[in-house]
């Protein structure tokens, strides 16, 4: 693996500079039916993600659970969780996510006083393997509002090309504070697939419409190493864990969301791309000093 390095050096040319590894640690779909590794109770999300931290992730992109396993956006359970990856994962990014299978409405937000770096933004609604995933305009500019209020940094969810175009109409008002940090997601069932050209024309909209944005790629089930080595080849950011993935390859369950991560930071190798270390992803990002 390519070390990550303590500075906070950002290094200009897109081919070398350090590339941010985000690891989303549960999400609500995957149970441990689905396999083991899942990290579904609070200290079992800790110590997934500190293994992933160790191995090189900067990012914790974060859902919780209920009792019985069922997604929920309960804020004491992010608060706990929030206080653990403080303690054993020093520095690290707690991004929360915001989305909509965990709750809705205001719900939704109810964790972001919590005051985590970053937090899931999706700005348009779009479909999902059985549903819509519903984001109308008055409960995003709500959430945006929020985020702002408690100096929380938006990822934004882009499912869709016209979630591109969403996102830098409302930095430019004001709505969210610039500079964008964009995620293209892709291999959702019914959503967007996983495309090189569609992924290069996403690249290139979000560098002709917001030339200062930083992104990551986030692949879905058997297109997550496709993304992470687009993204890393490309100069982006990328993101991996259970959440999205739950195997190495068909015939292999992923042990662990540090396995995943390992797997990322191989490709950075090959790319030529170290690990951005926390510091350095802050402050790629522009986020609070830890």
């Not at 030339?211 to 990328?238: F, M, V, Y």
């Not at 790319?271 to 830890?290: D, H, K």
Request: aromatic content about 6%; some cysteine; hydrophobic content about 40%.
């Amino acid at each position: 693996m390519t070390p990550k390095t303590d500075d906070t050096d950002t290094v200009s040319d897109p081919a070398t500079r350090p590339c941010i590894l985000c690891v989303a640690i549960t999400g609500s779909v995957p149970t441990k039916a689905d396999n083991p590794a899942v990290p579904v109770t609070v200290s079992e999300q800790i110590e997934s993600t500190q293994e992933a931290f160790e191995a090189g992730a900067a990012i914790a992109h974060c859902h919780v659970r209920a009792d019985d396993g069922t997604p929920t956006s309960d804020p004491e359970r992010f608060a706990r969780l929030k206080e653990g990856l403080e303690r054993h994962c020093p520095g690290m990014i707690i991004q929360f996510s915001t989305g909509g299978r965990s709750g809705a409405g205001a719900a939704r937000g109810g964790m972001l006083p919590l005051r985590p770096d970053m937090a899931s933004l999706a700005v348009g609604s779009n479909n999902f393997p059985t549903r819509v995933y519903e984001n109308p305009p008055d409960l995003v500019d709500w959430l945006a509002a929020e985020m702002i209020a408690h100096d929380v940094k938006p990822e934004i969810e882009a499912f869709d090309l016209s979630h591109i175009f969403q996102a830098v109409k409302m930095a430019g008002d004001g709505r969210i504070r610039g500079p964008l940090y964009v995620q293209f997601v892709m291999g959702v069932r019914n959503a967007m697939p996983v495309d090189r050209a569609v992924f290069d024309f996403y690249v290139a909209t979000l560098r002709r419409l917001a030339p200062d944005a930083e992104w990551c790629g986030a692949g879905i089930g058997a297109g997550q190493i496709l993304l992470n080595e687009w993204s890393i080849a490309a100069g982006g950011h990328t993101r991996t864990g259970l959440e999205d993935n739950v195997r190495l390859d068909r015939k292999s369950l992923a042990p662990s969301n540090g396995a995943l991560v390992r797997r990322a930071a191989q490709l950075c190798e090959k790319y030529g791309r170290p690990v951005a270390s926390p510091a350095q992803a802050r402050a790629i990002l522009g986020l609070r000093p830890a």
